[in-house]
Every structure is written in structure tokens, then in C-alpha cells.
């Protein structure tokens, strides 16, 4: 049985790609959410009905939770019977976690305790980062214990998010969840409170086993698209096309190869797996391999253009796509946009035409580039000499293949094979 406390009113600190979402939901379930960012813009926006980025079906959900009343944003911590933490948790230069917007969150919280509250963790972490949390609440407030069942008990629990961007609304409900909780209690109440939302399964665990699940999800994909990579490297030198290769192989029942492609992006599956590598070094070898493959297949793609482009006087090169995945604006930790702007950096001479269909302008990464131009497809394959493909963006599996016949074609998608 969980602890009976009451869990009417919710503060979400964070108000990012997880934890708006996550406010939005809660409070479209009938809690009064208050959602505290540091972004003065981001809480005006929000306020006003609106979502400071792109995720099918959230501006609508939010637009209807801020004008009845149940959602509102702020930039100090309220006073709330529950709370969610989600917000960023960056690696420093030595891929180390850097814990200080846990740190910052936690010592924002403490200062509004009364006793009896629960505070989640949603923010991905590595092992123990829940108990640290909990520490640094309770030496803020020695007054209160983790212990359960008391008049001065706090409730602590890791609640790991599992939604893909672009889908993150329908996932939110749907996923199964894994919620650990430092004590069985935390736990408890914590499925109490998603159960609210959520309608796939509340799988309960302790906070260590639930933090090391979230990384090994995405550590797991990680492995497996750098097996599909190094893969596509070895096939390439053999003169093997290496999308069939592995649509062959795919027809054995117990093989299931991912896609290899220009390298891994988004803050996820390529930050992860260095929580658990940052953890126990010596002990992840092949977790740590597996990231450095991802990492070094921007490299072999440039090395590539650079070579063909080599061959002409002054090379037009079409790069399309330069998000971090089919279909989505997100360029953060994009290698296909770290591959455009290395190969505008490094061409000696030479232009760069950019065709990305889901941007109205180039990142400010690109001011001063001068040999870089954002064009259309049909445009951009015209006047190219290279067609790069980077992101198999569903505009580009259209296209007419007429049209690529005269180009030197590098497709690191196999769209167009
Ligand atoms: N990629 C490949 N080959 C593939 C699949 C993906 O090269 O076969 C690349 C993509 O192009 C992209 C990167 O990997 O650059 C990551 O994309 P993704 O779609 O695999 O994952 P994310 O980062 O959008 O979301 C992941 C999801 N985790 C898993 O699928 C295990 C999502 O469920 C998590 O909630 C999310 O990370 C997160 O927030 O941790």
C-alpha cells in the first residue's frame, strides 16, 4: 500500500522536450501543474497556450490545460505535494555526467518542502544520481528523512523517460514505465501518480536498476547501429552493397540488423551509453567501442565527399538533409550537420548547397560560411556536381532518379539504391 498523501498539485521543473509534454498530460488528467523553467521566454510562451518547439499534438494539449486553469509556468519552484525533475544532464569534455541542473533543481525544491512530498527524477542519469538527489534535499533540509511512513518523510523515485521525439504524446500514454524508488514506498507513490496518465504497464524496481535500464535501452540501439556501421565500412571496401547484405541476413529469425547511416545523433543514444562507460570504465569495453565507432563514421563520410570532390575544379556539393533523423527540425548533435559544415570548412574551393525541408534558415553554426547556400532539392541536384544524401527524409524518396544520373551520388541512407 503507498503512503497516503494527497498528490493534487504537481511542480515539473524543467519545461524541455520531456518535461512540458509531461505537464501537459498531468494536467490534462485533472492535476494542477506548475511548470518552472528558466526561460523567461519559454514561460511567457507557455502561459500564453503556446510550445517554444515542434511536437505533433503538443500545442493543442497545452493550449487547453493553460486556458482552463491546470497548467501554468514560472521561473521560481512552487510549492507542490509532488514534484518532477527534468531537466538536462549534460557529459563534460571527459564524457562525466554534470549533475548541477539536478544539483540546482534539488536545492530549488528543498526550500519548499513541508514534509510528506514525493520528488521524481526523470532526467536520464547514471547509477545513484536519485540518491544523490535525495542527499542534497536532505542536507538542505536535515529536518526531513527518507525514510518512509513518518510525519517528516520525502518520497524518492527515478521515473525514466522512454518517448521518441516526433511521437513523444502518443508514447507518453502508451509506453510501459519502469519507476524506482529509493524506498518501496517512493515507488508506490509514484506509480499512484503516473497511473493518472500512463496506460501502459507501472513496473516497479529500486532507483539504481531503473536508472540502469534507461541507459541500457539506449545503450543497447547504440551497439546494434554500430554493428550496422562497421558493417557498411567492411562492405564498402569489399565492393558489397551493404543494404542488401543486410536485408539478407534479416531473413534469418533470430538476426535483426539495424541501418547503418552517417553516424548517430540526437542528446540520447549518443550520450547515454557514456553513463554507464563513465561509471565503470573498465568494464564496458565494448559499450565504449560501440560509441566510438558511431562517432568516427561522420569522419569516413567527409573523408569521402573530400575525395570525390578532389576530382573537380570547383565542386558544387548538394548535402540533403542535415537533422539528426528522417522527418524532424531537431539539429542538436546532428552528424549530418556536423558532416556540412566540416565539408564547408574544409573545401578549398567549391560550394555547398544545404537542403533541409524542415528549416526556414540555417543555424547560426553556419554564419560566416560563406560557400554555403540553403536551396530547394530540385534546385540544389541541378546545379550539383555531388549529391550527398544524409537524411532519408520522406521528400527525398520521391525524388526523381532521372534527375541524379549525371551526379557522383554518395547515399549514406541506401535510399536511392
Ligand atoms: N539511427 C541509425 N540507424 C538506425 C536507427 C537509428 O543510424 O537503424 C540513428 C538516427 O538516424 C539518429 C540516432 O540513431 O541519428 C538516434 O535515433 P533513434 O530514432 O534511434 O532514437 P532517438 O534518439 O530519437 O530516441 C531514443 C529512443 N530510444 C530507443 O529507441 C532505445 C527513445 O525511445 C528514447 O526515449 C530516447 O532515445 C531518449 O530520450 O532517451
Given at each position: 500500500?503507498?503512503?497516503?498523501?494527497?498528490?493534487?498539485?504537481?511542480g515539473?521543473?524543467?519545461?524541455?522536450?520531456?518535461?512540458?509534454?509531461?505537464?501537459?498530460?498531468?494536467?490534462?488528467?485533472?492535476?494542477?501543474?506548475?511548470?518552472?523553467?528558466?526561460?523567461?521566454s519559454?514561460?511567457?510562451?507557455?502561459?500564453?497556450?503556446?510550445?517554444?518547439?515542434?511536437?505533433?499534438?503538443?500545442?493543442?494539449?497545452?493550449?487547453?490545460?493553460?486556458?482552463?486553469?491546470?497548467?501554468?509556468?514560472?521561473?521560481?519552484?512552487?510549492?507542490?505535494?509532488?514534484?518532477?525533475?527534468?531537466?538536462?544532464?549534460?557529459?563534460?569534455?571527459?564524457?562525466?555526467?554534470?549533475?548541477?541542473?539536478?544539483?540546482?533543481?534539488?536545492?530549488?525544491?528543498?526550500?519548499?518542502?513541508?514534509?510528506?512530498?514525493?520528488?521524481?527524477?526523470?532526467?536520464?542519469?547514471?547509477?545513484?544520481?536519485?540518491e544523490?538527489?535525495?542527499?542534497?534535499?536532505l542536507?538542505?533540509?536535515?529536518?526531513?528523512?527518507?525514510?518512509p511512513?513518518?510525519?517528516?518523510?520525502?518520497?524518492?523515485?527515478?521515473?525514466?523517460?522512454?518517448?521518441?521525439?516526433?511521437?513523444i504524446?502518443?508514447?507518453?500514454?502508451?509506453?510501459?514505465?519502469?519507476?524506482?524508488?529509493?524506498?518501496?514506498?517512493?515507488?508506490?507513490?509514484?506509480?499512484?501518480?503516473?497511473?493518472?496518465?500512463?496506460?501502459?504497464?507501472?513496473?516497479?524496481?529500486?532507483?539504481?536498476?531503473?536508472?540502469?535500464?534507461?541507459?541500457?535501452?539506449?545503450?543497447?540501439?547504440?551497439?546494434?547501429?554500430?554493428?550496422?556501421?562497421?558493417?557498411?565500412?567492411?562492405?564498402?571496401?569489399?565492393?558489397?552493397?551493404?543494404?542488401?547484405?543486410?536485408?539478407?541476413?534479416?531473413?534469418?529469425?533470430?538476426v535483426?540488423?539495424?541501418?547503418?547511416?552517417?553516424?548517430?545523433?540526437?542528446?540520447?543514444?549518443?550520450?547515454?551509453?557514456?553513463?554507464?562507460?563513465?561509471?565503470?570504465?573498465?568494464?564496458?569495453?565494448?559499450?565504449?567501442?560501440?560509441?566510438?565507432?558511431?562517432?568516427?563514421?561522420?569522419?569516413?563520410?567527409?573523408?569521402?565527399?573530400?575525395?570525390?570532390?578532389?576530382?573537380?575544379?570547383?565542386?558544387?556539393?548538394?548535402?540533403l538533409?542535415?537533422?539528426?533523423?528522417?522527418?524532424?527540425?531537431?539539429?542538436?548533435?546532428?552528424?549530418?550537420?556536423?558532416?556540412?559544415?566540416?565539408?564547408?570548412?574544409?573545401?578549398?574551393?567549391?560550394?555547398?548547397?544545404?537542403?533541409?525541408?524542415?528549416?526556414?534558415?540555417?543555424?547560426?553554426?553556419?554564419?560566416?560560411?560563406?560557400?554555403?547556400?540553403?536551396?530547394?532539392?530540385?534546385?540544389?541536384?541541378?546545379?550539383?556536381?555531388?549529391?550527398?544524401?544524409?537524411?532519408?527524409?520522406?521528400?527525398?524518396?520521391?525524388?526523381?532518379?532521372?534527375?541524379?544520373?549525371?551526379?557522383?551520388?554518395?547515399?549514406?541512407?541506401?535510399l536511392?539504391?
Open positions: 500500500m503507498s503512503p497516503k498523501i494527497p498528490l493534487n498539485t504537481i515539473v521543473i524543467g519545461l524541455g522536450y520531456i518535461g512540458l509534454p509531461t505537464a501537459a498530460v498531468l494536467a490534462q488528467a485533472g492535476k494542477t501543474v506548475v511548470g518552472v523553467d528558466v526561460k523567461q519559454t514561460v511567457d510562451a507557455i502561459n500564453d497556450g503556446q510550445v517554444p518547439f515542434v511536437e505533433e499534438g503538443l500545442e493543442f494539449v497545452v493550449a487547453g490545460v493553460v486556458a482552463k486553469g491546470k497548467l501554468s509556468a514560472r521561473t521560481s519552484t512552487p510549492r507542490a505535494d509532488a514534484y518532477i525533475v527534468s531537466v538536462p544532464t549534460p557529459f563534460t569534455g571527459d564524457h562525466d555526467v554534470d549533475l548541477s541542473y539536478i544539483e540546482t533543481a534539488a536545492e530549488g525544491i528543498a526550500e519548499n518542502l513541508r514534509g510528506g512530498e514525493l520528488i521524481v527524477l526523470e532526467s536520464t542519469s547514471p547509477p545513484g544520481t536519485t544523490h538527489m535525495a542527499e542534497v534535499v542536507r538542505a533540509r536535515p529536518e526531513f528523512t527518507g525514510e511512513d513518518l510525519p517528516n518523510s520525502l518520497y524518492f523515485a527515478h521515473a525514466p523517460e522512454r518517448v521518441l521525439p516526433g511521437r504524446m502518443v508514447e507518453m500514454v502508451e509506453n510501459d514505465r519502469i519507476i524506482g524508488g529509493t524506498t518501496r514506498e517512493a515507488a508506490e507513490l509514484t506509480r499512484d501518480l503516473y497511473a493518472s496518465f500512463c496506460r501502459g504497464q507501472l513496473l516497479l524496481t529500486d532507483a539504481r536498476t531503473a536508472e540502469m535500464a534507461k541507459l541500457t535501452e539506449n545503450a543497447f540501439r547504440d551497439v546494434n547501429i554500430a554493428f550496422a556501421n562497421e558493417l557498411s565500412i567492411i562492405a564498402e571496401r569489399q565492393g558489397i552493397d551493404v543494404w542488401e547484405l543486410i536485408e539478407l541476413a534479416n531473413h534469418h529469425p533470430r535483426n540488423i539495424l541501418q547503418p547511416g552517417p553516424g548517430v545523433g540526437g542528446h540520447c543514444i549518443a550520450v547515454d551509453p557514456w553513463f554507464i562507460v563513465s561509471s565503470d570504465r573498465e568494464s564496458s569495453r565494448l559499450i565504449a567501442t560501440a560509441r566510438s565507432v558511431n562517432d568516427s563514421k561522420p569522419e569516413h563520410v567527409l573523408q569521402k565527399v573530400l575525395e570525390r570532390a578532389d576530382r573537380f575544379k570547383n565542386p558544387t556539393i548538394a548535402a538533409g542535415i537533422a539528426f533523423k528522417p522527418n524532424i527540425d531537431d539539429l542538436r548533435e546532428s552528424p549530418s550537420k556536423n558532416i556540412t559544415l566540416a565539408m564547408a570548412d574544409r573545401l578549398e574551393d567549391g560550394t555547398v548547397l544545404v537542403v533541409e525541408p524542415n528549416i526556414d534558415q540555417l543555424p547560426m553554426e553556419f554564419d560566416g560560411l560563406e560557400n554555403v547556400e540553403l536551396t530547394g532539392l530540385e534546385e540544389a541536384v541541378s546545379r550539383a556536381d555531388i549529391v550527398l544524401l544524409l537524411v532519408d527524409h520522406a521528400p527525398f524518396a520521391d525524388f526523381d532518379r532521372e534527375k541524379l544520373r549525371e551526379k557522383v551520388l554518395i547515399d549514406t541512407k541506401g536511392w539504391r
